[in-house]
């Protein structure tokens, strides 16, 4: 079955306040990553996590193995920030496959 | 829920061979793409395609690259002939419309060149 539920779908946040995104997982995963799709529409990392949490300028990430969810938080959201966020998870199994969130439409307004 | 399938999960091959990588993408999903990641470097967008046509393509995508999805059966990548560089992890993806951002991504289908 589905391995990975990306929400929300889509967000607006207005410039200056924040939100949170979520991936929650049905399985063990062993690493997170977090992805913003550039103009280009490439996938840029934005976090890597085995454990733990990590922080970016206003971008701050969770991963819970346990618990099986990752979240990426972003504060005082920019102009800039809008695009689509991906998550990805390395499954715990020795399958050395990627399972990917379907994207988070973010819109920042003004 | 949907599923996109890439056949094979890993591929080794030698230098100057042509290799071809499948995708089954989600049945009533409209548009597909391939990404290219490097172990330790970014996923970079190659192609996206669109009734039967290239819609975008990056510098990624060189001249040995080719797609297509005859007859609505599989999505394909071909590379012909391979170089050492083309070694890495293959990802197609594909989107129920061009102006839904949400993309379905497969597991990926390593392609190692020896």
């Known amino acids: 079955g589905d391995q990975v539920e990306q929400s929300p779908s889509a967000l607006s946040l207005h410039e200056g306040t924040g939100s949170a995104l979520r991936c929650n997982f049905t399985?063990?995963?062993?690493?997170v990553q977090w992805f913003r799709k550039n103009s280009r529409g490439s996938l840029i990392n934005l976090f890597y996590?085995?454990?733990g949490t990590k922080e970016n300028g206003r971008l701050k990430s969770a991963f819970d193995s346990k618990e099986r969810y990752s979240t990426l938080h972003i504060r005082d959201a920019q102009l800039e920030d809008s695009g689509t966020y991906f998550c990805?998870?390395?499954?715990?199994?020795?399958?050395?496959?990627?399972?990917f969130g379907t994207g988070t439409r973010l819109q920042v307004l003004p | 829920g949907p599923k996109v399938l890439q056949i094979p999960s890993h591929q080794i091959i030698d230098m100057g061979q042509m290799v071809t990588l499948n995708c089954d993408p989600v049945?009533?999903?409209?548009?597909f793409y391939w990404y290219k990641q490097i172990l330790g470097q970014q996923m970079e967008f190659l192609v996206n395609?669109?009734?039967?046509?290239?819609?975008?393509k990056s510098k990624l995508f060189k001249d040995q690259f080719s797609v297509e999805r005859p007859d609505g059966s599989y999505f394909t990548l071909k590379i012909q002939p391979t170089a050492l560089e083309d070694s890495a992890v293959y990802f197609c993806?594909?989107?129920?419309?061009?102006?839904?951002?949400?993309?379905?991504f497969g597991h990926g289908t390593k392609l190692s060149v020896l």
């Open positions: 993806a594909s989107s129920p419309g061009f102006s839904n951002e949400r993309l379905f």
């Open positions: 399985t063990t995963m062993r690493a």
């Open positions: 996590l085995a454990s």
């Open positions: 990805a998870a390395d499954p715990s199994s020795n399958t050395n496959k990627v399972v």
């Open positions: 049945s009533n999903h409209l548009y």
């Open positions: 395609f669109y009734n039967g046509k290239v819609m975008e």
